[in-house]
């Protein structure tokens, strides 16, 4: 059983950042962050595989950066120029699909219970 805590989440003006952390208790392939705005379905945002590989929604390719600290096995979303689109609750996740470059929520194992991102125009 892996334990993911995100944090980081909170409100900031369109054209912002914030950096989004998710420490994680053990080691997966992959890792990723999903979102989930009211009345929307759970997008996955970005993911990270242990061999490096990244993916991208197009929707914040150029202004996310996934990443991660191997020695504190901690997992970050860095997000720049936000939109007030970005305003959803954010997941990180964690599991052993070699298709993790997909970022398919339901080829995730493990769940944070979220961070709230709030963008204001």
């Known amino acids: 059983q892996v334990q993911l805590v995100e944090s980081g989440g909170g409100s900031v003006q369109a054209g912002g950042s914030l950096r989004l952390s998710c420490a994680a208790s053990?080691?997966?392939?992959?890792m990723g962050w999903f979102r989930q705005a009211t009345g929307k379905e759970r997008e996955g945002v970005a993911s990270l595989t242990t061999t490096g590989t990244t993916s991208y929604a197009d929707s914040v390719k150029g202004r996310f950066t996934i990443s991660k600290d191997s020695a504190k096995n901690t997992l970050y979303l860095q997000m720049n120029n936000l939109k007030p689109e970005d305003t959803a609750m954010y997941y990180c996740a964690a599991g052993w699909s070699s298709y993790c470059a997909n970022r398919i929520s339901g080829d995730m194992t493990y769940w944070g219970k979220g961070t709230l991102v709030t963008i204001s125009s």
């Open positions: 053990g080691y997966t392939y992959c």
